[in-house]
């Protein structure tokens, strides 16, 4: 868990240095003579960032995959950059190698998502369990049931961020929704302070129309591309959230390439505690 957290890290850190840099070059005519300084900075923060990627690079724990699929871009690429790069080629250079590391750790770090979707998975779980046993709960969501979907999601990105999971809904292909908020989501420190930035589409239904609601809002998800948050935004699960008063049937799980839908029901009011508060169908 150590190394993977270390991963997510580095990812994360690339990711800022090269929306940091596009800015740069996309306005550097503009920087005056604090140009060369700024591309000094950058340059630093590059040098530090690559230096950290060989290391994984080299690691004896770092899995075999992650090792394999950086060795021909550091060794045999040209992208080692033993010598000390200067300037706006020097930049340029970093961009270039950054960017074509990013790819194969993200990839890892797709491969061993299992425990943040165990987490979420979890969180919906304990939130069906709550409904079972908290009749405060069971009735703030009866409320949020009456008052639709809206009112549903924002209760439920907040039950699921007492678990270290920012939920999210999409409103774009590339485009995210705070779901508590209503407004588009900036993924700036707070958010990343999350385990996990999670896709969810919420419906309300009842038990003869839930797996309809259900496939519209894979129809609405499935558009999504996810953007280039690799190792923090979760990429190989989707969920499929339905809010019901009683218990209704979900769909079982489907793959679709490399992403999974999965289906969990929230039941405000379950019927039977042992088998009501099930979430999704067949792992």
Same mark, same amino acid.
């Given at each position: 868990?150590?190394?993977h ?9 690339? +990711? %800022? ?5 596009? $800015?740069?070059?996309?306005?550097? *005519? ?14 630093? %923060? #590059? ?10 690079? *080299?690691?004896? !724990? ?75 709960? %069971? ?5 949020? =049931?009456?008052a639709? !979907? ?11 961020? *007492?678990h ?20 588009? =989501? ?8 999350? !385990?996990?930035l ?21 129809? %609405?998800?499935? #558009?999504?591309?996810?953007? #280039?948050?690799g190792?923090?935004? =979760?990429?190989? @699960?989707?969920?499929? @959230? $339905? $809010?019901?008063?009683r218990?209704?049937?979900?769909? #079982? ?5 490399? @992403?999974?839908?999965?289906?969990v029901?929230? +039941? ?16």
């Amino acid at each position: 868990m150590e190394h993977h957290v270390r991963l997510r890290s580095v990812l994360a850190r690339i +990711a %800022q240095w090269s929306t940091s840099a596009e $800015v740069f070059l996309t306005y550097q *005519q503009w920087a005056g003579p604090s140009a060369n300084d700024a591309i000094g900075l950058l340059i630093d %923060q #590059a040098s530090a960032l690559y230096t950290e990627v060989t290391n994984l690079w *080299q690691s004896a !724990e770092s899995p075999t995959t992650l090792r394999e699929s950086l060795a021909p871009i550091i060794k045999e690429k040209g992208f080692r950059l033993t010598s000390r790069p200067h300037g706006l080629p020097g930049l340029l250079g970093f961009h270039v190698a950054l960017a074509a590391v990013r790819a194969p750790i993200g990839e890892e770090l797709m491969r061993n998502d299992g425990p943040r979707r165990a987490l979420v998975d979890r969180a919906f779980l304990h939130l069906n369990r709550t409904l079972v046993v908290d009749h405060d709960v %069971q009735a703030r969501w009866s409320t949020a =049931l009456a008052a639709g !979907e809206t009112e549903c999601e924002r209760w439920g990105a907040l039950h699921l961020l *007492q678990h270290g999971i920012y939920a999210f809904k999409a409103h774009a292909i590339h485009a995210r929704t705070d779901l508590i908020l209503g407004t588009p =989501l900036q993924v700036d420190e707070r958010v990343r302070s999350a !385990e996990a930035l999670v896709l969810t589409e919420w419906k309300v239904a009842d038990a003869t129309n839930a797996p309809a609601r259900a496939a519209e809002a894979k129809r %609405q998800i499935a #558009a999504y591309a996810a953007g #280039a948050l690799g190792g923090f935004e =979760l990429r190989s @699960v989707r969920y499929v @959230v $339905v $809010v019901s008063d009683r218990s209704a049937p979900m769909p #079982a799980d489907e793959r679709e390439g490399e @992403v999974t839908y999965r289906y969990v029901n929230i +039941a405000v009011r379950p019927h039977v505690p042992s088998v009501g508060a099930r979430i999704g169908g067949p792992r």
